[in-house]
């Protein structure tokens, strides 16, 4: 068995384009939500809060000619893809190695959703003939991995897990397994997601998913007792994972050890949660076995925590479930309270968010959390961030469909 480190890390968010803003702000407190217009009209009704990627510029890994053949999707996903490889020293670092022992595993919930927006209103418009030639490469989900790979040559294991809420989190602990068991040296691996568009703001607004509050300050509010629904966001998380010694031996920086990876199902219902929270309980339980710890061991917990009422309840059940008293001692926070929830690509950004308070010893707040709820009784950090030293921690993806992820990070003991 292969031990596997993190060395490199690339994000796309609401609250920042590179490690450093994307720091900053988390640690700061700082949220990146709008209130816009997301249908036709003019009235409050019509208005939701948002949060989108600000100032992206994907030229900056693009020809102009290869935007018009590429969904934004797959520009967000290469544009993360490039700085984590850019984070882990370079793409040279990786030069000698056998390509095809380099995976590039992304995740996406959606796809390319506004691409397929805007095809199926020009076939339905102006007809079939009008229909763009790019259509399809442009808006299956996959496009986002196999584009990552021609820009970075690497051809080994290469997919798109789909999972909804859980698709990037399921990416990382399939890249895990595959270098752990030594099917790969290296991969690069997270999720994406670009789907903040009317058409898709209109669905889950009418399955009363995301929230009705339009105060920007108190619409991602995760364990509150108001809380009412999540706020829909965009981007993108990748990290570089290699095998220990690998990334030793050519000197690289290591983050973190992740050391270990629990997947379940509630089997249960489409979108509601297990309400006993039996499934993320058993996930949290075989990632932390699988690392070689005891739940005592864990000091943090990054929670999947969306701001609805279902899933707050029932992962602080699962928490108990898992952790026993041992979970009124952990400190808990939700990085969704200042970035939304970012659907597939959730569980990455989350992951880049608890390696980057493990490395710098301090946990971010949840903010915007007022109302106590009785039904979440744990530490969810809500009266600021602060300095923590933590020595292994956890991080929960739980999507539609009833697919559940944990992930237990390590910090690095040689």
Excluded at 197 to 217: E, H, L, Q
Excluded at 401 to 409: K, M, W
Aim: aromatic content about 8%; glycine content about 12%; some cysteine.
């Amino acid at each position: 068995m292969k031990r596997v480190v993190i060395t490199g890390l690339g994000v796309l968010s609401p609250i920042g384009n590179d490690l450093e803003t994307f720091w900053g702000n988390l640690k700061l407190g700082r949220h990146g939500f709008t209130l816009e217009d997301w249908f036709p009209g003019q009235s409050e009704e019509h208005k939701l809060v948002s949060a989108r990627v600000k100032s992206f510029e994907p030229l900056e890994y693009f020809e102009k000619k290869e935007l018009r053949r590429t969904d934004k999707l797959t520009q967000y996903a290469v544009y993360a893809t490039m700085k984590a490889i850019e984070d882990a020293g370079g793409i040279e670092c990786f030069k000698g190695l056998d390509p095809y022992r380099c995976g590039v595993i992304i995740g996406s919930g959606i796809g390319g959703i506004e691409t397929a927006e805007e095809q199926i209103m020009a076939y339905h418009n102006k007809g079939y003939k009008r229909v763009s030639v790019f259509t399809i490469p442009m808006m299956i989900g996959n496009m986002a991995a196999g584009v990552a790979a021609i820009k970075t040559g690497f051809k080994g294991t290469n997919y798109c897990p789909v999972s909804a809420c859980s698709s990037s989190a399921h990416a990382l602990g399939e890249a895990f397994r595959a270098i752990k068991h030594g099917y790969l040296d290296m991969a690069v691996a997270g999720g994406v997601e670009a789907c903040t568009i009317g058409f898709a703001y209109a669905g889950f607004n009418n399955m009363t998913a995301v929230t009705t509050s339009r105060d920007v300050d108190r619409a991602s509010i995760p364990f509150d007792k108001d809380r009412n629904g999540f706020v829909l966001g965009e981007g993108a998380g990748v990290l570089v994972l290699e095998e220990y010694e690998q990334a030793v031996a050519r000197g690289a920086q290591i983050y973190a050890e992740l050391g270990g990876y629990g997947s379940t199902c509630d089997a249960f219902h489409e979108t509601l949660p297990n309400p006993e929270g039996s499934g993320g309980a058993k996930a949290m339980e075989l990632a932390v076995s699988e690392a070689g710890l005891n739940p005592a061991d864990i000091g943090y917990i990054n929670a999947h925590g969306t701001s609805t009422p279902p899933n707050d309840r029932t992962e602080t059940a699962a928490i108990k479930t898992t952790f026993g008293e041992h979970a009124y001692k952990l400190a808990i926070n939700s990085t969704k309270s200042m970035t939304g929830h970012l659907l597939g690509a959730a569980g990455s950004v989350e992951a880049i968010a608890t390696v980057l308070q493990m490395k710098h010893n301090f946990l971010h707040p949840t903010i915007g959390y007022k109302t106590p709820d009785p039904d979440c009784d744990l530490d969810y950090i809500v009266s600021g961030g602060r300095e923590a030293a933590i020595n292994a921690a956890v991080s929960n993806s739980l999507g539609f469909g009833g697919h559940n992820v944990s992930i237990c990070l390590k910090s690095m003991q040689k």
